[in-house]
């Protein structure tokens, strides 16, 4: 069955300090997509990046990059330099090309970003 | 103006009250769907639908009722409000095929008394 794990609850960083967040994914699929998505404060939920199973190059844009291995599971964001602009909860989530063509999400259940000044 | 709405924002009822969350959305997405959050769960998927006449099952549909009244109009239903549904509500919309990001509504934080 098809799962997201974010192990972290919960992080707390000085501003500036890097921070990297976990993602490990369970599936059987060959086809699959993830997903990082941030809920600021204010609640609503952004989509940051997209990636298919089959490109596992890393992604960098501005201060944020994703790495991706199939190897242990894993899509780990990184946010570099952090700011308190960079509180909030980071949700992971994977979408499976499956049999129903439902292309369901699944998410992780969250880490929560606070970064101090 | 927003892309995809919900309404209202905020509600508060008691228990065995029937309430409905509406959502619209002007990105033409044939697909829609109804989340709720819950703290430490993540988000959980209620229903789908990928069009007015496809409504689907999430997975916590129990206790929840949706009608697709148009492309862009996806209303929950919560036909009889028990304590525990109190959460936060997320529409999204997508695009055809699993590789589309959903677009999410602001969400509508629902207590019931």
């Known amino acids: 069955a098809q799962k997201v794990t974010q192990a972290q609850t919960e992080i707390s960083v000085v501003e500036k300090e890097d921070v990297t967040l976990d993602c490990v994914y369970e599936?059987?699929?060959?086809?699959?997509?993830l997903f990082w998505y941030k809920q600021p404060p204010s609640g609503e939920l952004v989509f940051l990046i997209r990636?298919?199973?089959?490109?596992?190059q890393n992604e960098i844009s501005g201060r944020y990059s994703w790495n991706f291995q199939k190897s242990t599971s894993s899509f780990n964001f990184t946010i570099t330099a952090s700011q308190v602009v960079d509180s909030a909860v980071y949700f992971c989530?994977?979408?499976?090309?499956?049999?129903?063509?439902?292309?369901?999400?699944?998410f992780g259940s969250g880490t929560r970003l606070l970064v101090r000044p | 103006d927003a892309d995809v709405t919900q309404t209202p924002r905020n509600r508060i009822t008691k228990t065995g009250k029937r309430i409905m969350l509406e959502c619209s959305q002007t990105k033409g997405h044939d697909r829609m769907y109804w989340y709720r959050q819950d703290p430490g769960l993540g988000l959980r998927l209620i229903y789908y639908?990928?069009?007015?006449?496809?409504?689907n099952k999430g997975e916590i549909s129990d206790g929840y009722s949706v009608s697709r009244q148009a492309q862009a109009k996806f209303s929950l239903s919560l036909e009889s409000a028990i304590p525990n549904q109190t959460a936060l509500y997320f529409c999204?919309?997508?695009?055809?095929?699993?590789?589309?990001?959903?677009?999410f509504g602001p969400g509508t934080r629902l207590t019931v008394l």
């Open positions: 990636r298919n199973s089959f490109d596992e």
């Open positions: 599936t059987r699929d060959t086809t699959y997509y």
């Open positions: 639908s990928f069009d007015v006449k496809d409504i």
């Open positions: 999204a919309t997508s695009d055809l095929g699993p590789y589309n990001e959903q677009f």
């Open positions: 989530a994977l979408s499976e090309a499956s049999m129903d063509s439902s292309y369901k999400l699944i």
